[in-house]
């Protein structure tokens, strides 16, 4: 009976450690989906146009028409086919980095450019006193970040911020292809203002036609909930055939059923504790706390089935003892 037990208790931890392998496979995905994209989303279209206009005459024209509304342009440049300017009026989606950080808002209102590189991003970088500095003609831009290194995605390209009052907006837009992320309704009335036709990049293209890549995840994250559940319900029978041997009745078996189901769910609640340190310690999340809740809730799960089964089978034992009674 007590291999039977224990047998049944490593179930959970197995349990929890499917869990969260399978959310860190769905995140990762999703990450070197974002990644793929740049930090972009589904929305996003591009356009080329031949006009004269600076960078930085865009921008301000996009503050004062569009200042209500999120945007996120990247300037691929038709030159440097490595070099990719980032600008938003936003907080920009994090992305996975290895060291450093990606871009925030204040990056693009100074007059100071950042650069975050590719892993494999083939650049001159300068480093000076632990600081390293992409170094492009007579212009040193610091950098801030580099991404994870995805063998899945390209990852030799580099990325510098843009703003109005920044050396990278002084170019003129007809050397880039610009990138656009907003809603339709924006993208398509800042092409119109430029008479430009609007395509749709690859990587988007791409992201439609492998959107349910995640859901073999998902069924396998499913599949770790119901075999914990079921473990659950096998351990609260164990549990009340294991109570009757005892032969003790009324506050004394109750008081031992508690006392045991208590010990049982505590186990578990361990379980799930250490597969959320080694989980943390060995897979990539975007944000741990999607771990930390995942895991508490299957836990709770767990819990609420064994109590129910375990209720369940206290009450048919009570109807049966007074029909016993009875008779």
Known sequence: MNF??????????????????????????????VLEAHGLTNNTRYFRTDSDESISSFLRYLNKNYAHHQIQLHFDSNYEKKQVLVWTNHMVKSLPTE??????????????SFAVLGPTAKINVLEVQNNKYVVL???????????????????????????????????????YRIVIDSTPYVINKIAKHYHAKLHIPSFVQEHHRDRLSVLP????????????????????????????????????LRNWVINRSARTLMVEGVCAFLAYIFLRCHAFYSAYSSLSIALFIAWLMNVIAFCIMLYHLMRKDKKVVKTTRRI
Not at 20 to 25: E, H, P, R
Not at 148 to 165: A, C, F, H, I, R
Not at 217 to 235: H, P, Q, T, Y
């Open 137 to 175: 003609g007579r212009n040193y831009y610091s950098v801030i970040g580099t991404f994870k290194n995805y063998p899945q995605v390209e990852m030799d390209k580099y990325y510098l911020s843009t703003g109005v009052d920044q050396l990278t907006a002084q170019d003129q837009l007809r050397n």
């Open 99 to 112: 060291t450093g950080r990606y871009f925030s808002p204040d990056d693009f209102k100074g007059k100071v």
């Open 217 to 252: 995840n998902i069924l396998m994250l499913v599949a770790c909930v119901i075999i914990g559940i079921l473990s659950n319900v096998v351990l609260a029978i164990l549990m009340k055939r294991q109570a009757r041997l005892t032969y003790l009745r009324g506050d004394l």
């Open 4 to 33: 039977k037990r224990i047998f049944l208790l490593l179930v959970p931890l197995i349990m929890f450690l499917g869990i969260g392998t399978m959310i860190s496979n769905i995140q990762s995905d999703y990450a070197d989906e």
